[in-house]
């Protein structure tokens, strides 16, 4: 039988005052709505006990099994704001699929896609104000579901907890669009094969923080991680995945091999590319084809894609002590491409696709 989110309370505590002034300047997951929908599940029960509630504090034993052994995952999806004023959210059901592999994966309790997209979907509907209207603006929401047994041996835990929280966002890097540094780890590695690489789980996140923290200290954002396996295939980037555009019209991304997320905008990118004049490749590419590229010409433009990044173009790639700079171009392929996207998203464009549902 599908969850029904109760609302258990719809009270807004935040004054328009405050709203605007967050709005004016939101940054990414700063600020959180005054709500939240959350949803129990147990072996017994199943899913239970779902609902809309205020923004607050989850009780948690310290023996939680989440804080001990990382079985936990993640979403990110965002809900636009329309000129019309009406809300809108991309690929709901897609997150809600991934979500349930992820589950899968870190042996927790799958969430049926109805039931995500309902919770989603009921936080939304309550918190509908806090969906900023500004350019680049969005509500980005972060649904996730924890272990919550209290115990300390090694095994699944028995209780769980859905939650989604919601928090408006501007763009994630603070450059804004304009493009990234890039630290290619040669080092550390966020997953190997066999491992949880396809998975959004929060210990794959934990993994990629070191050469994060490498990455600042040379004057990068974000971190580009190679295969485990042989060190010389590229993965992704810490939160986002890899394209590079050729100069004949190729739109290139590393294949799906079990330890790379499977990117809702990727995917999105990919169908889409024969329909805005690009051969879409999945194939797996090697960091030094990729540096003979941009030195040869071959590789015109690189970016990084993701709900948070959007399409974000690579202006550099530092291996070592070296950088590598991507060619400045006059139009830019990678933000055309990007436009293409938010023109869907947020409904300025048409969506042959199926992928935009009103709230
Ligand atoms: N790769 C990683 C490691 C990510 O964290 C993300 C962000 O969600 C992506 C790729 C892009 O996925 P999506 O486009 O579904 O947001
Ligand atoms: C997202 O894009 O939704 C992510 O989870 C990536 C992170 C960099 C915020």
Request: aromatic share 10%; with cysteine; proline share 4%.
């Given at each position: 039988m599908a969850l029904e989110f109760t609302v258990r309370d719809d009270q807004q505590y935040t004054d328009q005052a405050r709203l605007d002034e967050i709005f004016a300047n939101p940054g990414f997951g700063d600020h959180f709505t005054d709500h939240m929908a959350v949803a129990t599940w147990t072996k017994e029960k199943d899913w239970h006990d779902a609902g809309v509630v205020r923004y607050g504090s989850l009780a948690s034993d310290p023996a939680s099994a989440v804080f001990h052994y990382a079985q936990e995952i993640f979403e990110g999806l965002k809900a636009y704001r329309r000129a019309d004023g009406s809300v809108w959210l991309f690929r709901p059901e897609a997150n809600g699929e991934r979500l349930r592999n992820s589950a899968a994966r870190l042996a927790l309790p799958q969430l049926p896609v109805e039931d995500f997209v309902a919770g989603v979907r009921a936080l939304v509907e309550v918190?509908?104000?806090?969906?900023p209207g500004g350019a680049e603006q969005s509500l980005y929401l972060r649904p996730f579901t924890i272990a919550n047994e209290n115990f300390l041996g090694v095994r699944a835990a028995h209780t769980a907890t859905f939650c989604v929280i919601a928090s408006p966002v501007g763009a994630y890097f603070k450059g804004g669009v304009s493009a990234v540094d890039i630290w290619v780890s040669l080092d550390s590695s966020r997953a190997g094969a066999g491992g949880t690489g396809a998975a959004k789980c929060g210990g794959n996140y934990a993994a990629s923080l070191q050469a994060t923290n490498e990455a600042y200290a040379h004057g990068c954002s974000q971190v580009l991680f190679l295969d485990a396996t042989d060190r010389s295939h590229i993965d992704e980037l810490g939160g986002m995945n890899f394209f590079v555009i050729t100069r004949d019209g190729q739109l290139v991304t590393p294949e799906l091999t079990g330890n790379i997320l499977p990117g809702i905008t990727r995917d999105s990118i990919l169908t889409m590319a024969p329909d805005i004049g690009f051969t879409p490749v999945e194939r797996r590419i090697t960091l030094q084809e990729v540096l003979d590229g941009i030195a040869d010409g071959s590789i015109v433009e690189a970016f990084a894609c993701g709900t948070a990044a959007v399409v974000t173009p690579i202006a550099s790639l530092t291996v070592r002590d070296q950088v590598h700079r991507l060619p400045e171009v006059a139009e830019s392929q990678s933000l055309d491409i990007r436009q293409r996207l938010v023109d869907i998203q947020y409904g300025r464009a048409e969506d042959p696709y199926g992928w935009t549902h009103k709230v």
């Amino acid at each position: 039988m599908a969850l029904e989110f109760t609302v258990r309370d719809d009270q807004q505590y935040t004054d328009q005052a405050r709203l605007d002034e967050i709005f004016a300047n939101p940054g990414f997951g700063d600020h959180f709505t005054d709500h939240m929908a959350v949803a129990t599940w147990t072996k017994e029960k199943d899913w239970h006990d779902a609902g809309v509630v205020r923004y607050g504090s989850l009780a948690s034993d310290p023996a939680s099994a989440v804080f001990h052994y990382a079985q936990e995952i993640f979403e990110g999806l965002k809900a636009y704001r329309r000129a019309d004023g009406s809300v809108w959210l991309f690929r709901p059901e897609a997150n809600g699929e991934r979500l349930r592999n992820s589950a899968a994966r870190l042996a927790l309790p799958q969430l049926p896609v109805e039931d995500f997209v309902a919770g989603v979907r009921a936080l939304v509907e309550v918190d509908q104000r806090w969906v900023p209207g500004g350019a680049e603006q969005s509500l980005y929401l972060r649904p996730f579901t924890i272990a919550n047994e209290n115990f300390l041996g090694v095994r699944a835990a028995h209780t769980a907890t859905f939650c989604v929280i919601a928090s408006p966002v501007g763009a994630y890097f603070k450059g804004g669009v304009s493009a990234v540094d890039i630290w290619v780890s040669l080092d550390s590695s966020r997953a190997g094969a066999g491992g949880t690489g396809a998975a959004k789980c929060g210990g794959n996140y934990a993994a990629s923080l070191q050469a994060t923290n490498e990455a600042y200290a040379h004057g990068c954002s974000q971190v580009l991680f190679l295969d485990a396996t042989d060190r010389s295939h590229i993965d992704e980037l810490g939160g986002m995945n890899f394209f590079v555009i050729t100069r004949d019209g190729q739109l290139v991304t590393p294949e799906l091999t079990g330890n790379i997320l499977p990117g809702i905008t990727r995917d999105s990118i990919l169908t889409m590319a024969p329909d805005i004049g690009f051969t879409p490749v999945e194939r797996r590419i090697t960091l030094q084809e990729v540096l003979d590229g941009i030195a040869d010409g071959s590789i015109v433009e690189a970016f990084a894609c993701g709900t948070a990044a959007v399409v974000t173009p690579i202006a550099s790639l530092t291996v070592r002590d070296q950088v590598h700079r991507l060619p400045e171009v006059a139009e830019s392929q990678s933000l055309d491409i990007r436009q293409r996207l938010v023109d869907i998203q947020y409904g300025r464009a048409e969506d042959p696709y199926g992928w935009t549902h009103k709230v």
